[in-house]
């Protein structure tokens, strides 16, 4: 089992910018960010497989995800925040990764999740 130590989020207007950081406790080939809005299914938003990053399609140009592979740390740069952002952001790693890398399903360890809260 790996342990995730997650940072960052908090609360910003509309447009604003956050950035979030995912630390793990060993190297993970599968490692990236989800989020969970009240009433709504977790959805992926960034993975690394490897080196490869994915990202959902629905947040290209505002969301980025970028990692330090030396220190084992997964980052999601957010920009141009909106209110439909507010979410519970979780960071996730898995040693495989899923022929869909952005599906939550696959993966066995989660991090405590941060509070990203988006107000216009």
């Known amino acids: 089992q790996v342990h995730l130590v997650e940072s960052g989020g908090g609360s910003v207007q509309t447009g604003g910018s956050l950035n979030l950081s995912c630390t793990a406790s060993?190297?993970?080939?599968?490692m990236g960010w989800f989020r969970q809005a009240p009433g709504k299914e977790r959805e992926g938003v960034a993975v690394?497989?490897?080196?490869?990053?994915f990202r959902a399609d629905s947040l290209r140009g505002r969301f980025a995800i970028s990692q330090d592979s030396a220190t084992y740390t997964t980052y999601l740069h957010m920009s141009n925040l909106k209110v439909e952002d507010t979410a519970l952001y979780y960071c996730?790693?898995?040693?495989?990764?899923?022929?869909?890398?952005?599906?939550?399903?696959?993966?066995?360890?989660w991090g405590q999740g941060t509070q990203v809260t988006v107000s216009s």
């Open positions: 060993r190297y993970m080939y599968c």
């Open positions: 996730a790693a898995d040693r495989t990764c899923p022929e869909s890398p952005l599906s939550p399903s696959h993966y066995n360890s």
């Open positions: 690394y497989r490897g080196y490869m990053p």
